[in-house]
């Protein structure tokens, strides 16, 4: 398996080993989730017209395929709340971050956003080793973050919202469609980082309690292109079908080692739970037509506010540019922060903590519901299929927006995983 390039090998394993050290922590009964009662709040700069959010997004590296377009949704949402009046009374400033796919990066440009800056509020991150490097610069300098992407779950955190799908709402709808289609042998294939090994270690936890079987399980270094190996083994294992947690450009290489190999939709499907409509066009349609993801929401989702929504992104981006649900979930987000603001009365982030439960958002998802406790949010779990033109159609969705469970209290299967 070929590595990466010296430069980008060496910023990883930094990150991973930045990334132990917080675990360690973690592990030895330090507490991570609440910040150190010595920690002052970091100052937020309303003195002028305008408010300041920081923007913090990998626009280089392996993980720019995904999150360059997130930060464009952000940018969209900003300019319609300005269009209408902004926040308060203020203007939104938004100061743009690259956090360059590399961990240590983010939790710099975290600091100087929240330090130098006197952001009110930060929106952004991808992978979960991004989120867990920053998590305790926002605690410690009490202010809040904004994450727009499903993830592995076992985590809140004071400073943190999260807008994308917890567990509950997006990996267990996507392993029940595919015990409902009696799909029960399974290959796991994920990047070597934090989501990919904790949701697996889940998926095996829901396998065991629902006679599913787990027939093998790889990992390639986040942004490795060489999947000929994986392919051939996943193509031996004669599994059903393959959940992937493969994140970045390394879908690109592994689909099209999959085609290679002889493997289609038909014969061993693949549901993906990081791959968009986005990365749909990058990896390549013919690479994925037939394959199933798990979302919460896709570009042909039907209702006005994603008509507005998928209308209002093209005629800035360009009509060829789809959306995606990290998109949507981002766009959503400066919205809730919005309103939790207004409801306030204030950039305070403990004020507006406070105000948060409750606060609903009519989305380009459907509505979308914010749990105060966890400060995660009700999602709609969907399935979708890619199609022929590149776009993802539902296949299934759960009917109602599904309460957040990021602990999975409410399954017996999963105690003793967090």
Known sequence: MSSLPYIHRRRFLAGTAALAAVVALSACGAKTDAADSSDKAAKIDVSGDTVKVGLLNSLSGTMAISEVTVRNSLKLAIDEINASGGVLGKKIEPISEDGASDWPTFAEKATKLIKEDGVAATFGCWTSA??????????????????????????????????????????????????????????????????????????????????????GEDY?????????TIANKVKAS????????????SNVAFFKEYKSAGLTAKSMPVVSVSIAEEEVKSIGTQYLEGQLTAWN???????????????????????DKPTSDPMEAAYVSVYLWKTMVEKAKSFDPEKVKAASDGITFDAP???????????????????????SDGLIEQVWDSGKPIKPDPYLKGYSWASGLS
């Open 238 to 249: 004669k599994a059903d079908a393959v959940f992937n947690t493969l994140n970045g450009d």
């Open 220 to 228: 390639a270094p986040l942004g490795s292109t060489e999947f000929s």
């Open 365 to 387: 998802e459907g509505k979308v519901t914010i749990d105060g406790a966890s400060q995660h949010i009700y999602k709609t779990a969907r399935i979708g299929k890619v199609g």
């Open 130 to 215: 991004s989120r867990k490097a920053v998590k305790p610069v926002f605690e410690k300098n009490k202010s809040l973050l904004f994450y727009p992407v499903q993830y592995e779950g076992l985590e809140e955190s004071p400073y943190i919202f999260y807008t994308g799908a917890t567990t509950n709402q997006q990996i267990i709808p996507g392993l029940d469609y595919l015990k409902s289609q009696g799909l029960k042998k399974l290959y796991l294939v994920g990047s070597d980082y934090v989501f990919p090994r904790t949701a697996n270690k889940e998926i095996r936890a829901y396998a065991k309690a629902n006679g599913m079987t787990i027939l």
């Open 297 to 319: 929401y896709y570009q042909t989702t039907e209702g006005a506010a994603n008509e507005k929504f998928v209308k209002a992104y093209k005629a800035e981006y360009g009509q």
